[in-house]
Every structure is written in C-alpha cells, then in structure tokens.
C-alpha cells in the first residue's frame, strides 16, 4: 500500500470516517519525492531514535522506520490512533503516543525509552510550529537535530541573518541553540488539502556549545525580546524595555560590551546580544 497515494488516502477516510482537522493543521503529504527529502535530511543512522511530531497516517513514520532503530510518533488526534495501527502494521519498532506534544515531557519519554541518537522529526501542524521549536529548545531536549517541514515564512525568519528585515527574536532564539541548514523547499501542491502557503523543511543541529556563554539566559533573551520589540528604535530606548533596567545601565552596558547605542537589535549578532546581557547583569 503506497500510503502517501491520495487515492490510499481517500479509501482511508471512507472506511474509517476520517475527516481532516484544520484546526489540527492536518495537511497531508502526498509527494513521495518530497517524504524521501525530509527523512534523508534527518541523517537517520540504525542505532537511531526517531521521535516524529504529528504522523497523520504515518508516511514519514513508516519510511523513518526502515531506517532507523526504533521510531516513535506523537499525535494528538484519537481519530487517527486506529488509522496508524493498520497502516503502520508490518513494523515492529513503532510506537504511537497519543498526546499533545505541547504538553510531553519528551526527556522523560528518552529516558524511558532508553532511545539514543535522538533525531526529533515531522511535518508540522501550522498553527503550532514556533512554540513546539521553543518547548524543544528551552527544555533542551537530548535530541541531535530537528528536521521539520513549516511554513515558508517561519523557515525564513529562523534563518534569517543579522541587517535582514526578517531578523528578529525567533532568528536569535533558534540560533542559539542550533545551527540552521535549508533541506527542501516544498511547494503547496503536495499536501492534501492543499493549505494556501509553501513551506520549507529545515534541519536544526542542536549545538554541543553555545555560541556565546551568557550569564543569565533568561535576562539574554528579555534583552532580544525588548530589542527586536521596538526594533526601530535604538539599543539606548528599546533596551530599557527589560524590567530593572535604566538609562544609566543601559550606556553603560553598552559602552563595556564596546556597542555603539544607537545601533538597532536588528543589527546584532548573537554573539553580541550575549556580551550586552552579561554587561546589564554585571549592573543589575
Ligand atoms: N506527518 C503527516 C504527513 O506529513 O502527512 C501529517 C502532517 S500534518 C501537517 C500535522 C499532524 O500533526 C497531524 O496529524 C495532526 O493531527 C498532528 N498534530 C497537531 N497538533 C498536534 C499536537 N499538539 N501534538 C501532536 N500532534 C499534533
């Protein structure tokens, strides 16, 4: 059974009466071509672990599955929990977990599982992309990568280089944690339903080492957060947006990390939002 065929796709919704959920982002994919960019550009290796966000009917899942030791995908909707014991049926190293992953402690489900070599997958619901990034990324999950297929827009701000328009929190965020490598540009067409943007899959390399050591990385982010949130106005304003900091500690910060304050945020390089925050700790 070629899964990711739309006539496959239509028999399964009429003999398990699936709808597609748009408030879930269910789009699925229908491009075989494209499923092998995605699972080849997560450099998936047989002693691997793959944990797949959102499987839908599980054409990504099942082709991870060849691949790597053992796969493990997260979806939310009930609805599709007996759709993926059929189609998923031959293999024995899948698990389905039916949950929010929004609201996994996914460390735990490693630890549990015992899964190394983490490589943290999937076609992203829309609506949910940057804060299943983020929830990734903050609880510093011990995954290698994340290859996941979003919207256009949000690839390109999460690639996006210092003195582009589109730089901004989300970019410094990202980048922070991981380095960014484009895998695939994916065209609208190739998904049933067909949503009404295009979308890119990226890989993001989770980083051994920072690049910046930051004393306080709830303070380093307060300041992106406050820069990039009057992006037009310059450090010496915008930056005295982070509670607890004034005037005299936004100068003088600036003046020890050797920044002119009338640079903007959208000028900064991570490395340098990293040497302000320390400076305006020194000074809290
Ligand atoms: N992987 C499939 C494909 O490529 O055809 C489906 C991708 S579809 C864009 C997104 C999937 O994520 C859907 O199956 C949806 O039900 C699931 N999903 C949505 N929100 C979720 C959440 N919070 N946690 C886990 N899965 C979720």
């Known amino acids: 059974m070629k899964l990711y065929e739309p006539s496959t796709i239509r028999a399964i919704r009429e003999e398990f009466g699936f709808k597609f959920s748009k408030s879930l982002g269910q789009n699925f994919l229908t491009d075989k071509n494209i499923i092998d ?5 997560a450099q998936i290796g047989p002693d691997d672990t793959v944990i797949e966000i959102g499987p839908g009917i599980g054409v990504i ?4 599955a060849e691949l790597a030791k053992q796969v493990i995908a997260i979806e939310i909707d ?19 977990v039916n949950e929010d992953v929004l609201k996994l402690d996914i460390n735990k489900l490693i630890e549990e599982e015992g899964a190394e070599g983490v490589k943290i997958m999937g076609n992203l ?5 940057t804060p299943i990034i983020m929830k990734i990324l903050e609880e510093e999950v011990k995954a290698d990568s994340i290859t996941i297929m979003m919207q256009k827009e949000v690839a390109d701000r999460i690639k996006a280089l210092p003195g582009s328009k589109i730089y901004g929190a989300l970019s410094v965020a990202v980048q922070y944690y991981c380095t960014v490598e484009k895998v695939a540009d994916v065209p609208r067409s190739v ?16 980083r051994d080492e920072k ?3 930051v004393l306080d990385r709830k ?19 915008s930056l005295q947006g982070v509670k607890g900091v004034d005037k005299s500690i936004v100068i003088e910060s600036l003046e020890a990390a050797g920044i002119e304050a009338s ?6 390089t991570i490395e340098e939002f990293g040497k302000i925050s320390n400076e305006v700790y020194k000074r809290l």
């Open 37 to 41: 960019k995605i699972v080849d550009g």
């Open 61 to 64: 899942t099942s082709e991870a």
């Open 78 to 96: 009930k609805s599709l929990i007996p759709i993926l014991a059929k189609t998923l049926e031959e293999y024995d190293n899948i698990k389905v």
């Open 125 to 129: 619901p829309y609506y949910i992309t």
């Open 191 to 206: 998904f049933v339903p067909q949503p009404n943007v295009d979308s890119i899959v990226l890989r993001l390399n989770i």
């Open 211 to 213: 690049p910046v050591e």
């Open 219 to 237: 303070l380093f982010f307060d300041c992106v957060k406050a820069g990039f949130g009057q992006r037009r106005k310059t450090l010496l304003n």
């Open 263 to 268: 640079r903007r945020a959208e000028t900064l």
